[in-house]
């Protein structure tokens, strides 16, 4: 189909392009930035007068809950909600049931997500099997299956020795390994050591456990030369380590969830259960380190980190409810607050190249920590250039809406952004989603 975006305001952090006018797509393709051609006879026109014309959000931790958990979140509700919130594409981790751990798992999966034509899904497939740290899984396998990368999903590796092993093995293919620094021992609370967790009586998570793991993890990666994603970074003190390791030159990147970047532990408040989230909310201080980390480059994207959790899972005591909240829809609205938030803090108004910064760590940004794992979307994904894949989201920078579980698509109703129930204001709406020139969501 010919499609014509007619009138936006085209906006593409990767190549600094930001001006009002077209974009012509056929055959899945953007044929054509600027003004329509006069011989460009589209079959649709989608007016884009005062909404944003960006590159697809690229997401790179979201869990579909599927298989094995089907009644927190189908595949098919989970790839609605990613292209209502203005997601193409978006990585999803090993821990389903069963683990995706073997090649045929991991392509049903894929051939699932190409049917429903709604987002772009890059599985990542388990480092050892079953997650249980012990036997490493067929990675090259599962690479052709594929998988774009190999992780634990939230379970550590206890045995250095095989953590070892693996990103030996992961160095020599140059494949990359996608870890959460969390150490086995020190990460078993509910919320994060501090005043909070101890006036409550909640088990405390030490900043110890991220830094403890993230110690390990950089001396392995000394040793090996492989190449590691830090998922969900949550303190101060990881942040500082973490620019240690980039100024030194080792071949790291990592991520920092919405919830991590907006919360605080102080918003956990009467036992919340929405707030049981993994990992744990931290301090205001971690929270502007984390942010002025994402600011500078030291992190490298934002992420969802979604995950659908069943009511019956959530509506229980704090310490006994299942960690975890939907994102997907969330992903653009909260990156634009953070871009927003920023420019207050400066005493500036909005102006564009906040807006770009605030896309870029849900679009380019994420693309470079996938890198040629893309294979030959690497070229175009998570950027409008013509000849490169037609992945859209159009919105509108002006409106806004109010988090509620009625507004979301997710099969998973719960998120701290629904404050209260009575539901928060986020700036940014998508008015329309492409997919290789597709047009899977169209919003009001």
Known sequence: MRI?????????PASGRDELTDVAIAAGRIVGIGPARA??????????????????????AARLREPGLEHEGLLESELAAAAAGGVTSLVCPPDTDPTLDEPGLVEMLKFRARKLSRCRLFPLGALTRGLKGEALTEMAELTEAGCVGFSQAEVAVADTQVLLRALQYAATFGYTVWLRPQDRWLGKGVAASGPIATRLGLAGVPV????????TIFELVRATGARVHLCRLSSAAGVALLRAAKAEGLPVSADVSINSLHLTDVDIGYFNPAMRLSPPLRQARDR???RAALADGTIDALVSDHMPVGTDEKNLPFAEAVPGATGLELLLSLALKWGLDGCAAA???TVGAELARALSVVTDGPVRVLGSALGSLAESAGRLVEGGVADVCVFDPEASWMVTPAALRSQGKHTPFDFEHGGMHLPGRVRATLVAGTVAFEGG
């Open 208 to 215: 110890a456990a991220e830094t403890v793991a993230l110690h």
């Open 39 to 60: 011989d460009f006879e589209p079959d649709r026109v989608l007016e884009a007068a005062g909404c944003v014309v960006a590159p697809g959000l690229v997401d790179l």
């Open 288 to 290: 502007d380190a984390l």
């Open 347 to 349: 005493g500036v108004a």
């Open 4 to 12: 014509l975006l007619r009138g936006g305001r085209v906006l593409d």
